[in-house]
């Protein structure tokens, strides 16, 4: 093996690592979110707002839009946790391209 072939394949393995830890941020944002967002409708009254056979507060009614804000910063870590993990997907595939072409 070359040292060029040798660079990239290490590169891959780095890339390998941060996209799994960039996916296990996402796992870990979703639940934060989530479990906010649940939080929120289980402190509340929602009745006259309330889905019960989907067990969630109805989208567009009042409350929906005090549980958006409620949640906004949770949601706002789980987005950007998304897109730092499509962002290492994407140097991860530029990784596995550079390694099969070394």
């Not at 996402?26 to 056979?53: C, L, M, N």
């Not at 998304?82 to 550079?98: E, H």
Request: charged residues 30%.
């Amino acid at each position: 093996m070359n040292i060029a072939k040798v660079t990239a394949l290490l590169a891959l393995a780095d890339a390998s690592l941060s996209l799994r830890r960039a996916e296990l941020d996402v796992d870990q944002a979703k639940y934060i979110y989530h479990t906010a967002w649940h939080a929120f409708e289980r402190d509340g009254d929602y009745s006259d707002y309330w889905i019960p056979d989907e067990e969630r507060i109805v989208k567009g009614s009042p409350h929906w839009d005090e549980a958006v804000a409620a949640t906004k910063v949770e949601y706002d870590a789980y987005q950007r946790a998304k897109r730092a993990a499509y962002n290492a997907k994407r140097r991860w595939q530029t990784a596995c391209k550079k390694a099969s072409e070394a």
